[in-house]
């Protein structure tokens, strides 16, 4: 088996951007992308699998098995958006990078120009409000960004970002893609689904599609989502035991 796309539909879409929303801290990502889905009714056409997920099956409440998987989802308007969220991630570095090109050739193929990536930037301790924290592929962005709120390292020293979200922009920029990642301030580990740091990413990524969201509902997404973040939490907690602990400087995972 080879990490591998399947496309259920080909949607005819105009220089669409790319947002990945994917499980690590906080599931920031993962619920920012989940309610993208869900309140703009977005539509999935492709799928991606790989030998690079955990090897097991999700066993649903029919008792029907499901094999890991990421799936792309579509939305027309003002600004054509293709979405990526899924129940997984890699969970060897190599696989990461294996993974990622995948996304990022099939996103080329899709027309995309520009990806955004969305996560948690782990804090260690309980954030009462969370600041949104950047990072670009390119310097050139920042003044493209400066006036939304987003710390881009004026007060924090990100340091790296492992996984998808930082892998993502960095692959992309070599292919032309302009990259941005966003980061909810959020505990960390252990993994704690935190919705008051997706809610504050979802503040900042609206802005910058020009759509209106209703964000009100977000808590009651979650609770709706719960059950199969449920599922998957051990999934993220044994790929983060195999993470360099703190004082290597990692500050977030994907």
Do not use: W
Not at 51 to 73: R, W
Not at 78 to 99: A, C, F, M, N
Not at 229 to 246: A, L, R, V, W
Request: with cysteine; glycine share 10%; net charge neutral.
């Amino acid at each position: 088996m080879e990490t591998k796309i399947t496309v259920l539909e080909k949607p005819k879409l105009k220089k669409p951007i790319l947002i990945e929303g994917l499980p690590g801290i906080g599931n920031v990502g993962r619920l920012a992308a989940g309610y993208l889905v869900n309140e703009l009714k977005m539509k999935k056409f492709a799928e991606l699998h790989s030998p690079h997920f955990l090897p097991l099956v999700i066993i649903s409440d029919e008792s029907v098995a499901q094999m890991l998987k990421c799936e792309f989802y579509y939305h027309r308007g003002k600004r054509d958006i293709v979405l990526l969220t899924g129940d997984t991630q890699s969970i060897l570095p190599e696989g990461h990078y294996d993974v990622c090109e995948k996304i990022i050739n099939f996103a080329k193929s899709m027309g995309c120009q520009e990806i955004i990536t969305l996560g948690g930037f782990a804090e260690g301790q309980q954030v009462e409000e969370p600041r949104v924290i950047g990072a670009v592929s390119d310097k050139k962005l920042l003044k493209k960004y400066d006036k939304l709120g987003i710390d881009f390292g004026k007060e924090h020293t990100i340091g790296t970002i492992v996984g998808a979200s930082g892998l993502l922009i960095g692959l992309g920029k070599n292919v032309g893609l302009d990259g941005l990642c966003l980061m909810g301030e959020t505990v960390g580990l252990p993994l704690i689904t935190d919705p008051k740091a997706s809610d504050r990413v979802l503040q900042i990524l609206v802005k910058i599609l020009g759509i209106k969201l209703d964000l009100s509902k977000l808590e009651k997404t979650i609770k709706e989502m719960e059950e199969k973040i449920k599922q998957t939490d051990d999934i993220h907690k044994n790929m983060m035991q195999n993470i360099p602990k703190k004082d290597e400087q990692v500050r977030y995972i994907g």
